[in-house]
């Protein structure tokens, strides 16, 4: 462990990557050198992962990103040729990335935050089962300082169109979900492409607001709540192809 991280896979000339763990309320990447940010402890313990030229400059070979109030998985890579070969194979939808989130059950949630186009009738014919359901929807930024996200549809107005952040359609699978005492529910996604804000996002639209999310659960957000507490929403697992083989890199927390 260094400075909050704690180190899961240590590259090797075989196998030129890190996996890291980050908790919540450590940023994945600083916007200036030296900012403390789970890269920025990684790159100190690897500095070779500061020198591969990613999405940005300071970025080196961070591969993606979480938010900073979700703790969870990381993977940086050590060599250009690693971080080319991630990019091209997340573009194959074979970067797979896996959330835990516990959520409140709230049908209401969306239609209470605004902004959220309703569901298809086969999802909400669907929703009452929960495991295997897939939301898919390009998404726009949203709200005060565009801090927040919306998903957007085909069918959606030309407004909302209008202001998409990409082009790109996002889904985001519930590969198994259990009921808890208290009312809650506990979801496992899986995503191969990824939006800021995604699962959360898509949680919230579908009456599954992340307990203790300020942005997207209204319970956190009507005027005089209770204290929401930490968020309930973690990266626990990455799957993804070695670069010298057929073989599939799988990596995951209890």
Known sequence: MSGGITIVHQPTAAEPFVVLSKPSG??????AANDASALTECGRLFPEVLKVCGKKQVEGGLLHRIDTATAGLLLVAQSQQFYDHIIAAQERGLFIKGYRAECDIDDGNAAALGGFPPL??????AA???SGLEL????RPFGKG??????????SNAAALKKLGSKKMYSTKIVAARFLEGGSVRAECKIAQGYRHQVRCHLAWLG???R??????????TEGAAPCGQMLFSAVSLEFPDLFSDKIFSFSLD
């Not at 450590?26 to 916007?31: C, G």
């Not at 298809?120 to 014919?125: G, K, L």
């Not at 999310?213 to 957000?221: I, S, T």
């Open 128 to 130: 009452s089962a929960l």
């Open 120 to 125: 298809a009738e086969q999802v909400q014919a």
């Open 208 to 210: 599954l607001p992340v």
């Open 146 to 155: 565009k801090k927040e996200v919306r998903p957007v549809l085909q069918s």
């Open 136 to 139: 898919s929807s390009y998404f």
């Open 26 to 31: 450590l940023p994945s990447a600083p916007l």
């Open 212 to 221: 203790g999310d300020r942005l997207y659960n209204r319970a956190c957000r």
